[in-house]
């Protein structure tokens, strides 16, 4: 039945393009169809409106990403949060882009209600790992900003109340996670307070600006300026402007270093220019852009552009969020330019036989049989975030 909805929805999405005066937007035809994919592939036809972690489903599949491997069921029958907030995320990214009532209609009575069976009654609520009808789970600071932040961008596209509402409320749960020790910052992990992670902190950022926009409350923009002033002091690397993973309780920085750490960093200087008109903020976001590109991406002379080297797809799309945010304030569309010529290329070469994506944007292997999730609705988010912004 869900293939069902799935598919209805693709078919109402593409009639709805071919209505326009405008010339079709690929960018926003790719990610319907992409979408279109994923809950052809990956939905539970159970009325839960939940998806499976990977295509084909394995029940042997292993999270990688947890805070302690052995506390996870085994053969889990859905998704972690984290994988299906992607679906969230995607989904708002096409409704930003353009108001369809099969989307929005589709995220209310679908996506959001799949969100609740991740809802967790613990004070103060949130969002756990995995779903209420198992032994409880882990909750992740992270994993609630994401959803936050999307929550938060519903409001500020919508004007409706029940989002912010529920944007505030997880931020209720994000602000529990934070103290004084290390000066600052929020753990990343709840039941394990063991470091404060850049993933934790930058996007903490981002939310917190965007609550400021919704609600102009200055205590948002106050505790955003003080929290990124932390995470840079903390956590960037000094010698390029990038950011590194996290720091532990001990005070050890791990220093590896992912694009969306430093894509958040982007997002949040650009946004604190944007409300604040402080050129500082500007200028470390333009610092951090220019070092993402020499290290995030590979020069290829026989492709003509900068290629984005292999990642989860999904830490791509959040740096992608960075650079479109720098984008609407110093309107330099390099960057643009070259996460674009990654994605068309992606559609062409990354694509297997499912209309499913692999990893490697250099075009030379199309991915691994078995899939995961939140790639998936990665890479639906950036053809949705590029269908937005007007070709230079």
């Not at 032994?135 to 409706?160: C, M, Q, V």
């Not at 020069?299 to 989860?312: C, F, I, R």
């Not at 036989?353 to 691994?368: E, H, I, V």
Request: charged letters at 25%; hydrophobic letters at 35%; a neutral charge.
């Amino acid at each position: 039945m869900k293939k069902i909805v799935g598919a209805a929805l693709a078919l109402l999405w593409a009639s709805c393009l071919q209505g326009q005066k405008q010339p079709e937007n690929v960018n926003y035809a790719r990610a319907s169809e992409s979408l279109s994919h994923i809950e052809e592939q990956y939905a539970v036809a159970d009325g839960k409106h939940l998806f499976r972690e990977t295509y084909p489903f394995d029940e042997q599949h292993s999270a990688t990403y947890l805070a302690d491997n052995n506390n996870q069921p085994k053969a889990n029958a859905y998704s972690y949060l984290w994988p299906f907030s992607g679906s969230l995320s995607a989904y708002v990214a096409l409704l930003e882009t353009q108001d369809n009532a099969a989307v929005k209609q589709h995220i209310d009575q679908a996506v959001l209600p799949g969100l609740e069976n991740y809802y967790d009654k613990r004070s103060p609520v949130g969002y756990a790992s995995y779903v209420n009808s198992a032994p409880l789970s882990d909750r992740f600071y992270d994993d609630n900003i994401w959803l936050g932040i999307d929550f938060a961008d519903l409001y500020l596209h919508t004007k409706e109340k029940a989002y912010l509402n529920k944007a505030q409320e997880i931020w209720t749960f994000v602000q529990s996670g934070m103290d004084d020790k290390l000066g600052g910052g929020i753990y990343w992990c709840e039941q394990k307070k063991e470091s404060k992670n850049t993933c934790s902190n930058a996007p903490a950022v981002v939310y917190l600006l965007k609550l400021y926009e919704a609600t102009k409350s200055k205590a948002y923009l106050r505790d955003a300026i003080s929290l990124y002033t932390w995470t840079k002091k903390n956590l960037q690397d000094p010698s390029d402007n990038l950011y590194w993973d996290n720091i532990s309780l001990a005070g050890k920085v791990q220093k590896a270093k992912y694009p969306y750490n430093t894509g958040q960093m982007i997002q949040a200087g650009a946004l604190l220019y944007k409300l604040t008109k402080d050129k500082q903020y500007l200028q470390d976001a333009q610092a951090s852009a220019k070092a993402g590109l020499g290290y995030f991406f590979s020069p290829d002379g026989a492709k003509g552009y900068p290629v984005l080297k292999k990642s989860d797809n999904w830490f791509i799309a959040i740096m992608l969020r960075g650079y479109l945010e720098l984008y609407q304030q110093d309107n330099d569309v390099q960057y643009v330019r070259a996460f674009q010529k990654n994605l068309d290329e992606a559609w062409i070469s990354m694509r297997d036989a499912n209309g499913l994506f692999g990893k490697d944007w250099s075009g030379k292997d199309r991915g691994a049989d078995k899939k995961w999730l939140l790639d998936q609705f990665a890479i639906a988010e950036m053809y949705a975030r590029l269908a937005g912004i007007k070709k230079s």
